[in-house]
């Protein structure tokens, strides 16, 4: 599958996260470990900026994969709200806030139940592929009840 990648120079906003030119996509290609989410690559890197900013528009009631990996997330919310899971914290979204995930910290985004999220996120373009939680894994984690409330697997 070939992946849209807009060209250089300015991507003309047409309506709130959208953009002309950019595909509306899969948030990933299969899998029932998410739920209502779709993706827009915003900026595939260049040589001298190798990363990648994404647009994820989360759907009210919607979440993203629960996981974690070596790279780096820098995440702003640009429309709406939710809240995430940062490693054992839930932490409130509000429309600007600038989450920064670490390395190997488990992340999960979720909209509201009434209304959903758009979130812009940066990564390193060369970048290692998603873990998700073993059994072992998913026992820490609900170790916390506001943690075990929240998740989504
Ligand atoms: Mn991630």
Avoid: N
Avoid at 58 to 70: C, D, F, Q, V
Avoid at 119 to 133: K, N
């Amino acid at each position: 599958m070939t992946e849209s990648e807009p060209a250089s120079g300015r991507l003309e906003s047409v309506g709130v996260g959208r953009w002309r030119g950019v595909d509306v996509m899969p948030y990933k290609p299969t899998g029932t470990h998410f739920q209502a989410i779709s993706r827009q690559l915003l900026f595939g890197g260049d040589r001298d900026l190798p990363i990648e900013i994404r647009y994820f528009e989360i759907e009210p009631g919607g979440y993203s994969t629960l996981e974690r990996h070596e790279h780096t997330h820098w995440v702003m919310v640009l429309e709406g709200s939710g809240r995430a899971l940062v490693g054992t914290e839930v932490v409130p979204l509000h429309m600007h806030d600038i989450v920064r995930i670490p390395a190997w910290t488990w992340h999960q985004f979720h909209a509201g139940e009434s209304h959903g999220i758009g979130i812009l996120c940066v990564v390193a373009a060369d970048r290692d592929r998603p873990s998700r939680p073993t059994k072992e894994d998913l026992a820490e984690l609900i170790a916390s009840s506001e943690v075990a409330e929240f998740i989504r697997v």
